[in-house]
């Protein structure tokens, strides 16, 4: 099996490993909010930028496990609206890379079985002209 190959087994696998990780049985989240320092308790609202970065935080060390286990490094962007969120780079062979990237969506109540879309951002450029390096 071919690195790709191997890499894409093994980031699915770790995908439905951390759908229990972030969710409960029955579908709820298994973080509802955040407390500040007056140990008040703020739900989490419906905003897809909020629920992004709380996942992101909370994912982040299943990331480091997964890479560890795989024998990858994480390499984060320098900067906030960069492309990829992630990229795992092989730790014993550096010209193996992979990018992760984050995308949050939304089901519709009407629509339960469908995703209301996703956006690529301000790198979405990257993918029509694989020359451009804008946010990259």
């Known amino acids: 099996m071919h690195d790709k190959e191997k890499f894409e087994t093994q980031i699915k696998n770790f995908i439905t490993e951390l759908q229990k990780y972030v969710s409960t049985d029955d579908g709820q989240w298994t973080i509802k909010g955040f407390i500040d320092i007056f140990k008040n308790i703020h739900t989490i609202s419906s905003d897809t930028k909020i629920i992004s970065k ?27 609206n960069y492309y990829p969120d992630i990229s795992f780079v092989k730790a014993d062979d550096d010209k193996i890379k992979f990018a992760l990237d984050f995308k949050i969506t939304y089901r519709l109540p009407n629509k339960p079985f469908l995703c209301n879309g996703f956006t690529l951002g301000s790198h979405g450029k990257y993918f029509e002209d694989r020359t451009s390096t804008k946010n990259i």
């Open 54 to 80: 709380i996942l992101e935080i909370h994912l982040f060390p299943k990331i480091i496990e997964f890479s560890r286990q795989y024998g990858y490094k994480v390499v984060l962007p320098e900067h906030q």
